[in-house]
């Protein structure tokens, strides 16, 4: 009997180490590994790209890098197309994404989100020579280049615009530069990157709107330990300047507000 009595301990043990690796918290174990994995797109410029080298750049690539230093570990990235990005968190792929993921209080009711560390608003671009549309009331029988099925379409519809389909903003801008739209309505966050690659287009922001859309890190539900543990390094961030520079890096301004 004692092989059955053995067996039965082995079993215990295993049980327990189970548990043991159960209980432990995403915070913890991410500093024992000494790595933090985040999801990210790696297609989706300024936030997240690969420039000319190959290399993995962008806003939201040095702001999980800044985050992941602070907790006192590497930061590992793992790209994957958005619609299966958050989902990698339930398949505990990722301990986080960072791929300016909208705070919503739909996802907010499955995951844990980090404080914003990023704001865009709706802004109104006309040609850098157009006097006669100065706000979105304006926008009344003129004609606007959107993507149809965006919230900015919607906003430009209920302005009274006529709209003319684009496939994205870059087309849009196009248009209002040619004449063939009097203005776009927008994500700042595009039109900022824009004016970065641009500065001489002859293009303006003429309005923008009050309300802001938030975007933070999206992690599981029920990490409180790592979620302060990314709020205390953002702060960090914030407060010693390295946001600034990374926000003029690649926007020209701060962008966290």
Known sequence: ????????VAGLLQVTAVSAGQAQSDLDRIKSDGVMKIGTEGTYAPFTYHDPSGALVGFDVEIGREVAKRIGVKAEFLEGKWDGLIAGLDARRYDAVINQVGITEARKAKYDFSEP???????????????????????KGKKSAQTLTSNFGK?????????????????????VLNGRADATVNDNLSFLDFKKQKPNANVKIVATQDSADYSGIIVRKGEA????AIN?????????????????????EDVSK
């Open 155 to 175: 906003l430009a519809e209920a302005s009274g615009a006529q709209l003319v389909g684009t496939d994205g903003f870059d087309q849009s801008i196009q248009l």
């Open 117 to 139: 560390y990023i704001a865009s608003r709706a802004v109104l671009v006309v040609r850098g020579d157009n006097e006669t549309i100065k706000s979105f009331a304006d926008l």
């Open 1 to 8: 009997m004692k092989w059955l009595k053995s067996l039965l």
């Open 225 to 228: 330990s790592l979620v302060a």
């Open 232 to 252: 205390s390094a953002l702060e960090g961030i914030k407060a010693d300047g390295t946001y600034k520079a990374i926000s003029q890096k690649y926007f020209g």
